[in-house]
């Protein structure tokens, strides 16, 4: 019903940036908040940023503070993270969420209802 298409990753030296993008679309559905995880070989996954839709409020967990910043295009239903000062432990898949009503906690992947297949980050030291 609802497919999230990642864009951006990729290979990128310490220090340097990258811009994550991810593009819903379907026939018919709603967002409440539209959110960015990552997985590391061996590790669960974990949360980086979120936004709610209706008024673009953001969270970030600790790891990407002031280094991430996350943002959406209401029109496009479009969401990107914007990473800089990245560091080698921020390789990992990163997958883009949608989550279509408030039920549950923002920062837990359960609660998020599609899921992309992903986009690989390599952050070399």
């Known amino acids: 019903q609802v497919q999230l298409v990642e864009s951006g990753g990729g290979l990128v030296q310490a220090g340097g940036s990258l811009r994550l993008s991810c593009t819903a679309s379907?026939?018919?559905?709603?967002?409440?908040?539209m959110g960015w995880f990552r997985q590391a070989p061996g590790k669960e996954r974990e949360f980086v940023a979120a936004?709610?839709?209706?008024?673009?409020?953001?969270y970030y967990a600790d790891s990407g503070k002031g280094r991430f910043t996350i943002s959406r295009d209401n029109a496009k239903n479009l969401v990107s993270l914007q990473m800089n000062s990245l560091k080698p432990e921020d390789t990992a898949v990163y997958y883009c969420?949608?989550?279509?009503?408030?039920?549950?906690?923002?920062?837990?992947?359960?609660?998020?209802?599609?899921w992309g297949q992903g986009t690989h980050v390599t952050v070399s030291s």
């Open positions: 379907g026939r018919t559905f709603t967002i409440y908040d």
């Open positions: 936004i709610r839709w209706t008024d673009g409020i953001t």
């Open positions: 969420a949608l989550r279509r009503s408030p039920v549950g906690i923002w920062y837990n992947a359960g609660t998020y209802d599609y």
